[in-house]
C-alpha cells in the first residue's frame, strides 16, 4: 500500500483545513486508516482513525468536536476535516494504514505510511 498525503498549508486560526490520503494498492477497504501528527519538536502522535468495517471513528481528545475522518471506499481515500483550528495543531500530518488487530490509537501497528503534510496555523 502506497499513501500520498495532501492538503495542508498554511491557516489563521479559527480556520479550517481539510487533509486527503489517497491510497494505491490492493484491499484498500480491508484497512483500518489513521491520522497521527508531530508537532516541532515532539514524538507523533494519534490524531484520528477510522475502521475498516463500519467506519467507526476515534479521536485524541483534544480534537474530538473540531476534527472529523471519514473514508470512501470507492475513491481509496481517507480524510480529515479540521476546523477551528489554533496554533497548538500546526504539525506535519501523516496518513497510515493498519491491518489485523490491535489499538488503532497505537502508531506502532501501522505498517504504511505516507509522507506528511505540513499543517501551520498562526495565530
Known amino acids: 500500500v502506497q499513501l500520498q498525503a495532501s492538503g495542508g498549508g498554511l491557516v489563521q486560526a479559527g480556520g479550517s483545513l481539510r487533509l486527503s490520503c489517497e491510497a494505491s494498492?490492493?484491499?484498500?477497504?480491508?484497512?483500518?486508516m489513521g491520522w497521527f501528527r508531530q508537532p516541532p519538536g515532539k514524538e507523533r502522535e494519534f490524531v484520528a482513525a477510522?475502521?475498516?468495517?463500519?467506519?467507526?471513528?476515534f479521536y485524541r481528545d483534544s480534537v474530538k468536536g473540531r476534527f472529523t475522518i471519514s473514508r470512501d471506499n470507492t475513491k481509496n481515500t481517507v480524510y480529515l476535516q479540521m476546523s477551528s483550528l489554533t496554533p497548538e495543531d500546526t504539525a506535519i500530518y501523516y496518513c497510515?494504514?493498519?491491518?489485523?488487530?490491535?489499538?488503532?490509537?497505537?502508531?506502532?501497528?501501522?505498517?504504511?505510511w505516507g509522507q506528511g503534510t505540513q499543517v501551520t496555523v498562526s495565530s
Open positions: 494498492g490492493p484491499s484498500f477497504g480491508s484497512y483500518h
Open positions: 497510515a494504514s493498519k491491518g489485523g488487530p490491535g489499538a488503532v490509537t497505537t502508531l506502532g501497528l501501522y505498517a504504511f
Open positions: 477510522i475502521s475498516w468495517i463500519g467506519g467507526r471513528t
